[in-house]
């Protein structure tokens, strides 16, 4: 049985980050800085109640008598509980004969292209391992995108306003960024355990390795752009902020109403209709919370019974970091012609050539991940490089100028293919065989 070794990491990404966040409240509001103190618990707290939230949930624990369970949920105490029901499953598996155990059919990994069908026994235990494990990977996908990320950008906002950094801050940014890119982590791990829930997929340490890179020169280039552009155009964040987020929030809404697909009934049959609108515009702010701040693995799709996209689409792929791409290029180049002396002993064209560099450094990394390290690309149809070797292709026929008029000759005008100048010399042939018409009426004269 595996250790639940995620379970773990979530937990203590959790506690540190909350215990981090109460105190460097608590700073802000000796130094009488009541506004900080509001926005630093408001995104340490909604991310709390919705990671109790998504626990419950998940665990169905509203539909069982377990007061004390809920009770403690509400005391934003349901991790920790959680954690200490795993460790105890864990090392109390295996004492006991499970009276019942299920039957999974998973396949192998194709080789030499023949897959083959394995049969495994899984336990009780086990079972209630998966589904915690479940649990915390979505808990660690809410605590990233929709507290740490904008948390990360407000502290680092406020940095440089103070121009100064404190030990306390510094140390919370560090968690903030960490928790950031182990739940973008988490969320490709979701992915590919969803998309190939068939398999039997096992990722290997590059593969963990290439995605954290990955992820973490995108998500950092991207929170020190939005905060560079938010310290020199404070009117203009808010629309910007807002444009990202309700594109991608009504993205999926879009595409669900252009499939005219009926309203999805099987999310879970205890909530009504009203209850699985609910659920799917939380799972929507959560999609544009993660696509405010890099790509999400997880593609949502409404009218699939799983909900999420199962096709490779890489030219989704390649649109999505182009237009982000030249975004932060525009929202630093507007800092460049904006900048205020806060920034008078920074060199600001190395800093953006910097951040540009490393957003093309989690691009890259992105790439090496899908071409190699992919547990499952013997599964993709094609390739990564051919996928975005054709969509570029594509771009750059529908950019190329169409051909100029080319003038035509005055040969051209008499005979395209030289048939003028063939009719012309037959002519010639048959009137010197015929004779002259003017030359045999003087001579019958």
Not at 67 to 93: K, N
Request: hydrophobic share 45%; aromatic share 14%; with cysteine.
């Amino acid at each position: 049985m595996k250790f639940p070794g995620s379970v773990l990491v979530s937990l203590l990404l959790f506690l540190a980050e909350t215990g981090t966040a109460l105190y460097l409240s608590s700073t802000y509001r000796s130094a009488g800085d009541r506004i900080w103190q509001s926005l630093t618990l408001l995104f340490a707290l909604l991310p709390c109640v919705l990671v109790q939230f998504n626990l419950v949930f998940i665990h169905r624990d509203l539909s069982r008598d377990k007061p004390l369970l809920l009770l403690l949920h509400i005391l934003q105490l349901g991790p920790v509980v959680r954690c200490v029901e795993v460790f105890y499953i864990y090392f109390h598996a295996g004492r006991f004969e499970e009276p019942y155990v299920s039957i999974t059919k998973k396949r192998q990994m194709p080789k030499d292209g023949h897959s083959e069908e394995v049969e495994k026994e899984v336990g009780q235990a086990e079972g209630k391992l998966f589904t915690h494990r479940s649990a915390f990977s979505r808990a660690s996908v809410i605590q990233a995108f929709l507290g740490s990320a904008p948390q990360l950008t407000l502290q680092l906002y406020i940095c440089v306003l103070q121009q100064e950094i404190m030990a306390a801050r510094s140390i919370f940014m560090v968690l903030s960024l960490l928790s950031i890119v182990y739940g973008a982590l988490r969320c490709n791990i979701l992915a590919i355990k969803i998309k190939y829930d068939d398999y039997d997929v096992s990722v290997k340490a590059a593969a963990y390795l290439c995605i954290f890179l990955w992820r973490s020169f995108e998500i950092a280039t991207r929170v020190v752009v939005l905060v560079l552009f938010s310290s020199v155009l404070q009117i203009w964040v808010l629309p910007v902020v807002l444009l990202n987020f309700f594109g991608f929030f009504f993205y999926p809404w879009i595409l669900f109403w252009q499939s005219k697909s009926p309203f999805p009934e099987n999310i879970e049959k205890a909530l009504t209709r009203v209850g699985t609108t609910i659920v799917l515009c939380l799972l929507t702010f959560l999609y544009a919370g993660i696509n405010m701040f890099c790509w999400s693995a997880v593609q949502l799709k409404l009218n699939d019974p799983d909900l999420i996209n199962k096709s490779q689409n890489w030219y989704r792929l390649a649109v999505y970091y182009m237009l982000r791409f030249i975004e932060n290029a525009f929202l630093l180049l507007l800092w460049y012609v904006y900048k205020t002396d806060v920034y008078l002993y920074v060199c600001a064209p190395l800093l953006v050539l910097q951040l540009l560099i490393g957003y093309c450094m989690a691009v890259l990394f992105m790439l090496v991940f899908y071409q190699f390290c992919h547990p499952c690309k013997k599964l993709f149809s094609s390739s990564i490089s051919e996928g975005l070797l054709s969509c570029f292709k594509y771009f750059c026929f529908a950019c190329k100028p169409p051909k100029a008029t080319v003038p035509v000759d005055k040969a051209d005008l008499k005979s395209p293919d030289g048939t003028g100048d063939d009719a012309q010399a037959s002519y010639k042939t048959n009137e010197s065989q015929n004779g002259n018409p003017h030359q045999s009426v003087s001579s019958n004269a």
